[in-house]
């Protein structure tokens, strides 16, 4: 399993986490150093990875990537025709799949690209919306995504064909939007609140709200309809979407407000794994956590692992996908198009 983070001051992160035994009955987990420079000219304001790729995306207007088995950077993505802050990544990986297909970037302008990843090469760039993207959500087919912009507005975007599908204005600006793994629902953050959507016609089912009025600053879709959330609270906090109930949280699990939070594994669908259901977080403080949810009912619950980046962070992913294939990245001013997210 393999976390990234970025930070404030451009340095990106990135760390394996590796069970370390004690004795025959003991064993915990150890967040273990890959790297750790400064691989943009700014801050850093959005990571993504799958598998043994992984990208970053600045206020420098760049995209970085790297190859997590050999703790390398593979450079930055040239072509992407963004001309203002990355602000969000996501690679679309099939779930029969162990490596990434495509990677989808949005930034500060509008603009969104769409990279094969076989090597990484531009497929397509176009502009849905005038307005900054805030967040982007790839659905599980991988042929449609949704975002929400700073000026209030919603989209659906088809990526098979690089268009806008379908926009309309909320009335209010929603910073987060997510699928969950099946694709039938999605969430959208708006401050301290999340609605759930039906995906096929973005009817509101219900809304969850933890009262606490302090905004909402990452999400996490887990199985089974859970959501995991976490903002400046300092609260990791796990919604039971099918009911509007919330499971549990920990209470006080950073001592900052935490800027990302993501589930490393899941239940298999064919039965209940035996692994821990790992989730990691990241505080504005520089400090990275990894917890085991079943234990959060319990008092004092306590991180499987830590540590202490010492600067500021401001986003984190991770990926429990194994691969042997090492990512490259291809001649940029080639138009390569294969399976998956094709344009025509």
């Given at each position: 399993m393999s976390i990234i983070a970025g930070s404030y001051e451009r340095f990106i992160w990135g760390f394996k986490l590796k069970p370390t035994k004690h004795d025959a009955d003991t064993q915990t987990l150890t967040l273990s150093p890959l790297f750790s420079y400064p691989s943009h000219i700014s801050s850093i304001t959005t990571v993504a990875c799958s598998g043994p790729a992984a990208a970053s995306g600045g206020s420098d207007d760049t995209i970085h990537l790297y190859d997590l088995p050999s703790a390398s950077s593979l450079g930055s993505l040239l072509d992407h025709n963004h001309t203002a802050s990355i602000t969000a990544l996501s690679f679309y990986t099939p779930s029969s799949l162990s490596f990434p297909r495509n990677l989808i970037s949005a930034a500060a302008d509008g603009s969104v690209a769409i990279f094969d990843t076989d090597p990484f090469v531009l497929l397509k760039s176009f502009r849905p919306h005038k307005k900054a993207v805030n967040d982007l959500s790839i659905h599980p087919s991988g042929k449609l995504a949704l975002a929400v912009y700073r000026d209030e507005c919603f989209a659906m975007l088809n990526l098979v064909r690089g268009k806008r599908s379908f926009c309309c204005r909320l009335g209010h600006e929603a910073s987060l939007v997510?699928?969950?793994?099946?694709g039938e629902r999605f969430f959208m953050v708006v401050n301290s609140k999340v609605g759930v959507h039906q995906s096929e016609d973005a009817k509101l089912l219900l809304e969850l709200d933890n009262g606490s009025h302090k905004r909402i600053l990452c999400a996490s879709p887990g199985d089974s309809g859970t959501?995991?959330?976490a903002g400046e609270d300092r609260a990791i906090t796990a919604w039971d979407t099918n009911s509007g109930k919330l499971a549990y949280s920990i209470q006080d699990a950073h001592p900052a407000r935490i800027k990302g939070v993501v589930t490393l594994t899941r239940?298999?669908?064919d039965g209940a794994s035996e692994d821990p259901y790992l989730v990691a977080s990241a505080s504005?403080?520089?400090i990275i956590r990894v917890w085991d949810m079943r234990m959060a009912?319990?008092?004092?619950?306590?991180?499987l692992a830590e540590t202490n980046t010492k600067s500021r962070l401001t986003c984190l992913a991770g990926s429990a996908l194994?691969?042997?294939r090492r990512p490259q990245i291809g001649n940029q001013n080639d138009q390569k198009l294969e399976e998956g997210l094709n344009t025509e």
């Amino acid at each position: 399993m393999s976390i990234i983070a970025g930070s404030y001051e451009r340095f990106i992160w990135g760390f394996k986490l590796k069970p370390t035994k004690h004795d025959a009955d003991t064993q915990t987990l150890t967040l273990s150093p890959l790297f750790s420079y400064p691989s943009h000219i700014s801050s850093i304001t959005t990571v993504a990875c799958s598998g043994p790729a992984a990208a970053s995306g600045g206020s420098d207007d760049t995209i970085h990537l790297y190859d997590l088995p050999s703790a390398s950077s593979l450079g930055s993505l040239l072509d992407h025709n963004h001309t203002a802050s990355i602000t969000a990544l996501s690679f679309y990986t099939p779930s029969s799949l162990s490596f990434p297909r495509n990677l989808i970037s949005a930034a500060a302008d509008g603009s969104v690209a769409i990279f094969d990843t076989d090597p990484f090469v531009l497929l397509k760039s176009f502009r849905p919306h005038k307005k900054a993207v805030n967040d982007l959500s790839i659905h599980p087919s991988g042929k449609l995504a949704l975002a929400v912009y700073r000026d209030e507005c919603f989209a659906m975007l088809n990526l098979v064909r690089g268009k806008r599908s379908f926009c309309c204005r909320l009335g209010h600006e929603a910073s987060l939007v997510k699928f969950d793994p099946s694709g039938e629902r999605f969430f959208m953050v708006v401050n301290s609140k999340v609605g759930v959507h039906q995906s096929e016609d973005a009817k509101l089912l219900l809304e969850l709200d933890n009262g606490s009025h302090k905004r909402i600053l990452c999400a996490s879709p887990g199985d089974s309809g859970t959501l995991f959330t976490a903002g400046e609270d300092r609260a990791i906090t796990a919604w039971d979407t099918n009911s509007g109930k919330l499971a549990y949280s920990i209470q006080d699990a950073h001592p900052a407000r935490i800027k990302g939070v993501v589930t490393l594994t899941r239940n298999e669908n064919d039965g209940a794994s035996e692994d821990p259901y790992l989730v990691a977080s990241a505080s504005s403080d520089g400090i990275i956590r990894v917890w085991d949810m079943r234990m959060a009912a319990k008092e004092n619950a306590k991180p499987l692992a830590e540590t202490n980046t010492k600067s500021r962070l401001t986003c984190l992913a991770g990926s429990a996908l194994k691969s042997m294939r090492r990512p490259q990245i291809g001649n940029q001013n080639d138009q390569k198009l294969e399976e998956g997210l094709n344009t025509e």
